[in-house]
């Protein structure tokens, strides 16, 4: 896939930008209907863009409700940071996509509510998404969950908090008819 077949409005915000897409990016729209895909690329390169690119496209096309897209992080600090960066697209587009986060921080209230009415794309990390997924109201939440993007997998693999997060992951499978 190349710019050209990006919707309009996402062309026109990164000409807007004076940005060009990198091959990694173009690589990820061209494969966003893969199960699975691994993008390493250096710091700076717009992996962030690159892995939210399909979902933001693909919710601007539909009219989706609920729980789409999980982002897991290591740390929360780095969930908030890439929630900001993330809220500039959907925000300069004006796209109607509501991004939340759920760490420790999340107050009980926001919590409670998100298990109600969850956001579209759910910034978290692994501790919390066990926890999420271990609520009786979670097939109802996890549904129509189309994907799941990790960051910073080298930080999780090889200790408990990776094991937890394959568990969930198992978990959203069974859930899920999308994943």
């Not at 996402?10 to 004076?18: D, G, L, P, S, V």
């Not at 710091?43 to 933001?56: A, I, M, Q, V």
């Not at 960051?151 to 992951?169: F, M, P, T």
Request: no cysteine; hydrophobic share 40%; net charge positive.
């Amino acid at each position: 896939m190349s710019t050209f077949a990006l919707p309009q409005k996402f062309q026109n915000w990164i000409k807007k930008r004076n940005w060009a897409l990198h091959t990694h990016q173009i690589d990820v729209l061209t494969n966003s209907d893969r199960k699975a895909q691994l993008l390493i690329a250096p710091t700076g390169s717009g992996k962030t863009l690159s892995g939210f690119l399909p979902t933001l496209i693909e919710l601007d096309r539909l009219n989706f409700s609920g729980l789409h897209t999980i982002y897991v992080s290591p740390l929360k600090a780095l969930a908030a940071d890439i929630k900001r960066n993330l809220m500039i697209p959907i925000e300069e587009m004006g796209l109607n996509i509501r991004v939340e986060d759920r760490t420790g921080d999340t107050t009980a209230k926001t919590k409670r509510r998100q298990r109600i009415d969850p956001p579209q794309i759910l910034l978290t990390t692994p501790e919390s998404l066990a926890l999420l997924i271990s609520f009786p109201e979670a097939n109802a939440i996890f549904a129509n969950l189309e994907r799941i993007i990790i960051d910073e997998i080298h930080a999780l693999v090889e200790n408990k908090r990776g094991h937890q997060l394959l568990l969930a992951i198992s978990r959203l499978q069974s859930i899920s008819k999308n994943l």
